[in-house]
Structures are given as structure tokens and as C-alpha cells.
């Protein structure tokens, strides 16, 4: 890499100033992007670097990758620039730039790992298979097993006709057990593809017999033996995924196609989709796994193998939403086309999102839309209910859950949730009567649910009903979940209320220890500290929850206590008023 003692500003030397920079004048990027493209000099240099990584930081791609850009032309030698500028070019999908710095960032780091994966994809579609496989071979990661440098280079074997050679190459995942999915998987792909139906349909069974639950394995494998005149099979494998995991519409989709005699289309027809899989199979566990920014480039290398991909643009959308890019998010899911069987989901899930960026009425439009076209359909009554709910909108959200509710046949435990989000939609309408009657329907259909047990608990201490039972369920709740906070809290108030201030203050400073961020809980403890005769430490936890941002109300009350004690104040905020706040914060 680049020599800190060159007579340019080299890797080391950059960052020996970049403290600095920051702690003297930082340059926010906002500023940044609005200088002229022309200006010139180390100022521009750091103020470009700097607000790159707030951009990337920010997990905003487009305005990082500009500022690297602009960055590297102030100093086009130096190699972190460089690295950053493609992998940030390549994120946002611009790849005629990102190719240019790959190739660049090639000559001076041979392995480099996405670059090579770039540079093989682009002779990939390009048709030299031969110098893709070369590119996957560098970016293998030393002499340890590699997924998807191997899976890679399997599918580019197979892609010149080379059959054995790509299972040859896929059994040195064999000795790794955690890759015996992907052996097993693409082995049967590969061989689907190359026509060894009998390997392939020996390779599913395996596959399927060692991950039922896995959707993409099942859906792979019912199309195969559909294909295969085995539509009793297909069907048999799908219906036992099914009892295993919760409704999915591709498995739902294909199940109806192959019972009325379709024969659909394999998971995987060409050495092109092949290798798409793999980077989409990988990139989407990246995104479960937390590492964004690998998964998000994994699936847009999947993307750019294959543009009309259902399954990688939810998972990149679902990237996107991890990381609060909700407007990618958004643009994700309008390239999922209305003929997906993901269409409806991706339809509600896009609500979800609209919401998060307040353009609740847009959230509205598009859940009604969708109501009006599926009348029969619980799933958008019920998101649309929780969208209003979560803006307090009560009247509304009441009305889409009572649909949703006026659909179910005979209620079972699945929908147990719908009932618990109408009943705390009638709680805060100061309905109780109704509110009640949900939540013991919701407690039968789920007697082991914390939430339901934890919030019809938490009420009935609040208006002195049944508190011997009602503790019993706060107590339940908390051996169910010991570690939340919010429901230790919740059994800390209950003896508060009773008047148990002891037993109060145990479980109240215990929350406080889970839970320390939260101003209701310490608003909680403060009142306890305060019946015990501990003024002192009651002031000091009214005070620590100002510091919390507590809604204006409790702000209102803490600073009345903090300056007149308890006595002299309103009592706290009720805890039925409480409660909806510690559930949609912790739930």
C-alpha cells in the first residue's frame, strides 16, 4: 500500500491528520457536495475524505461514492481511496465506473476480493468464461474454503461444458460441514442444468432431507420433480415444508400451480442464474447476519447477473430498511413486478416504509389499494391497523382490525396477535369492557405470550381488579422474560401500586439496571424512592429521566416532583397510559 514517507499524501499520512481536521473545522458532506467539482488542494482532499465516511457511515451510498470520487481525483495514487471509491461505486450499482477503479485496484492489490468478483462477473457475461475463472480463483481468501470463490468457479466450469470439473471443484466444500448446504444445493442445480436429472434429484433429496425448512431448497426441489412427471413428490415436499414454517407466498403460489398440473419452470435454467444464486444464497445470509455491507453487494452482484430477480431485491430491500435507507427501500420493491407471487407482501411491506418516512396517507393509499383488490385478505387490514395505531391514529386502526378479525372462521393461535393489537387500540380509547374481552381471547389463543400476559396484568393493578391473578400474569411474564426491562418494570409498579414499596424498589432498581435508557422506568423509581424515605435518590432518578428525552407530559410532572417532592405533585403518569409506550419501544 501506499508509502507514508512519498511525497504525496499516502494512507498513513491522511490519517495521521484526519483528527485534526475533524476536531479543528469538521466539513459536513451537505457542504461538501455543493462545492465546485474544480476546487483543488488538501482541504479538499480531507473535507471529500471526511464526508465519505460520514456518508458511508450513514449507509449513504450515492453521496459517498461521489465524495471518494472526488477525493481520489485530488489524489488518484493513493490505495485507500482507491478501495473505497470502487466499493462504494460498486454498492450503488454504477458499474462502468466501478469496473475502471476494480481493474485499477488489481494492479496493486492482486486478491482484492470484490474487485476480482467484478472483474469475473463482467467475462462472465461477456462470455470468457476462462478468464472468469481466473478472477474467481484470485479472490479466493488463502488456502481456507471459500463458498463463493467456489461456487463461483463451479458454475463458470459448467458454463464451458466442463460437467465433472465443476462437481469436482463444488467436493472441496465437502469437508466443511457448515457448507454442506451449499454442496448439496448447487449440486443439484449444476446438475439440473447439465441435464443429470438422476444426480440432481439425488443431490435434492439430500438437500431437502437435511434443510426442510429452508424456503429456497423446497422451491428448487418441487420444481424439479414436477418437471420430472413427480408432481406427487413436489407436492408431498412442499406441504411438509409448509407444516414446518410459516406461510410463504412462492411456496403457496407453486403448490396451487403443480396440483392443477403446471409445469413450472426450474429454480435455476442457465449457468448465468447459477451464479447469480450464489451471490444472492450468500449476500442475503450477510443481511440476516448483520454485515450490510457485504450483503448489499453480494445482491447487487446477483442483480447484475440477473436484473429480473424477485427474491434479491426483497433481500436488498430488506438491507435498505436495516439500515434505515427507506427511500432504497422503496426503490427496491417497485422492481419487484406485480406477477411475483411477492407482489402482495412487498406491497405491504413498501407501507411499512412509507410510514417510516411519515407519508402515512401514501401508507394508506397503498394498503387500501391493495384491501379493495384482496377483500378477503387479513394481512394488509392488519398492517394497515398497526401503521395507525403506531401514529396513535385509534378510531382508524380499530376499525381495519375489527375487519381483519370479522374475516377469521374460527380464531387459532396465530391469530392471537390481532386480537392483542385490537385490545390495546380499545385500551386507548378508554374502552376497557372491549379492551378486556381481546385480551383474553388473545390469552386463550397464546397463554404463553408474554406481551398479552404483561399488559391485561399491568391494567388490572392499575384499576385494582383482580390483582391476585393480575400479579400472577406480571409474574409469569417476567420468568418467561427475565431480562426485559420493561416487564420488571412492569412488576415493580404493580407492588408500588398494591403499596409493597420493598419489593417495589427490588424490582425497579433491577429494571433500571436492564433498562437504564428508559425515563418512565426511572420516573418509576424515583416515585419508589421517594414513599421509602430516600428523597435524595428520588430527586437524583427524576433528574436522570430529563436527561432521557421523556414525552412533554412526563417532563411537565418530573419537573414538578424534582422541585415540590411527590406529595406535593400530581401522582405519575397512569401506568395504563404507560404501558402502550414500553410495548411499541420494546416490541
Do not use: C
Not at 51 to 73: C, M, P, Q, S, V
Not at 482 to 510: F, I, T
Not at 561 to 578: F, H, Q, R, V, Y
Amino acid at each position: 500500500m501506499t508509502n507514508p514517507d512519498s511525497g504525496r499524501m499516502g494512507k498513513w499520512a491522511l490519517r495521521s491528520v484526519l483528527l485534526v481536521a475533524i476536531l479543528a473545522a469538521p466539513t459536513a458532506y451537505s457542504e461538501v457536495v455543493a462545492r465546485k467539482p474544480e476546487t483543488t488542494g488538501a482541504q479538499t482532499l480531507l473535507g471529500n475524505y471526511l464526508a465519505g465516511r460520514i456518508a458511508r457511515h450513514n449507509h449513504d451510498i450515492e453521496a459517498a461514492a461521489k465524495f471518494y470520487t472526488r477525493a481520489l481525483e485530488a489524489d488518484p495514487t493513493n490505495e485507500a481511496i482507491l478501495e473505497q471509491a470502487f466499493l462504494l461505486e460498486a454498492r450503488a450499482g454504477h458499474w462502468e465506473r466501478a469496473t475502471e477503479l476494480a481493474r485499477e485496484l488489481v494492479n496493486v492489490e492482486p486478491s482484492h476480493r470484490v474487485a476480482q468478483f467484478l472483474l469475473a462477473i463482467n467475462a462472465f457475461k461477456a462470455g470468457d468464461y476462462k478468464e472468469a475463472e481466473e478472477h474467481f480463483s484470485e479472490a479466493r481468501q488463502g488456502p481456507t474454503v471459500d463458498p463463493t470463490s467456489t461456487l463461483a468457479r463451479a458454475w463458470t466450469q459448467e458454463a464451458q461444458g466442463e460437467h465433472s470439473k465443476a462437481f469436482d471443484t463444488l467436493d472441496a466444500l465437502s469437508t466443511a460441514n457448515w457448507a454442506n448446504f451449499y454442496l448439496l444445493y448447487h449440486r443439484a442445480l449444476i446438475a439440473d442444468v447439465a441435464g443429470r436429472h438422476q444426480l440432481a434429484s439425488k443431490s435434492y433429496d439430500a438437500a431437502f432431507k437435511r434443510n426442510p425448512r429452508t424456503l429456497r431448497v423446497v422451491d428448487a426441489y418441487a420444481r424439479h420433480a414436477a418437471r420430472g412427471n413427480r408432481k406427487d413428490l413436489a407436492i408431498a415436499a412442499l406441504k411438509l415444508h409448509m407444516a414446518k414454517t410459516l406461510p410463504h407466498p412462492i411456496t403457496e403460489s407453486l403448490l396451487k400451480d403443480i396440483e392443477k398440473g403446471d409445469s413450472p419452470e426450474l429454480v435455476v435454467s442457465t449457468p448465468a442464474e447459477g451464479l447469480a444464486e450464489v451471490f444472492y444464497g450468500i449476500g442475503s445470509v450477510a443481511v440476516g447476519e448483520g454485515n450490510l455491507e457485504t450483503g448489499t453487494q453480494y445482491l447487487k452482484f446477483a442483480l447484475l447477473l440477473k436484473p429480473d430477480f424477485p427474491l434479491a431485491q426483497v433481500a436488498l430491500a430488506e438491507a435498505y430498511s436495516e439500515a434505515e435507507k427507506y427511500e432504497d427501500e422503496i426503490a427496491a420493491f417497485d422492481n419487484v413486478p406485480e406477477s411475483s407471487p411477492l407482489w402482495l407482501n412487498v406491497q405491504i411491506q413498501k407501507a411499512f416504509a412509507l410510514a417510516s418516512l411519515e407519508r402515512i396517507d401514501d401508507a394508506k393509499a397503498v394498503l387500501d389499494k391493495i384491501i379493495a383488490e384482496n377483500p378477503d385478505d387479513i394481512r394488509p387490514l392488519d398492517a394497515l391497523g398497526s401503521i395507525l395505531r403506531s401514529k396513535e391514529r385509534h378510531e382508524e386502526a380499530r376499525e381495519y382490525y375489527t375487519r381483519a378479525i370479522d374475516l377469521i372462521d374460527k380464531p387459532a393461535q396465530r391469530n392471537w396477535a390481532l386480537y392483542y393489537a385490537r385490545g390495546v387500540t380499545n385500551e386507548r380509547l378508554k374502552d376497557w369492557p372491549a379492551a378486556e374481552a381481546d385480551f383474553k381471547q388473545a390469552l386463550e389463543l397464546n397463554p404463553d405470550e408474554s406481551l398479552i400476559l404483561n399488559y391485561l396484568g399491568y391494567s388490572w393493578v392499575d384499576q385494582g381488579m383482580n390483582l391476585e391473578q393480575a400479579m400472577d400474569y406480571i409474574r409469569k411474564a417476567v420468568s418467561l422474560k427475565p431480562d426485559d426491562g420493561y416487564y420488571v418494570d412492569s412488576l415493580g409498579w404493580a407492588y408500588y401500586r398494591l403499596g409493597s414499596m420493598p419489593q417495589a424498589v427490588e424490582q425497579l432498581e433491577r429494571a433500571v439496571e436492564l433498562r437504564p435508557d428508559d425515563p418512565i422506568i426511572n420516573d418509576h423509581l424515583g416515585d419508589a424512592y421517594w414513599r421509602v424515605g430516600r428523597t435524595l435518590e428520588a430527586k437524583y432518578q427524576w433528574y436522570q429521566s430529563m436527561t432521557l428525552e421523556p414525552e412533554d407530559d412526563l417532563k411537565e410532572m418530573l419537573t414538578k416532583k424534582i422541585a415540590s417532592g411527590l406529595d406535593a405533585a400530581s401522582a405519575t403518569k397512569s401506568t395504563s397510559e404507560m404501558v402502550e409506550a414500553k410495548r411499541n419501544t420494546s416490541h
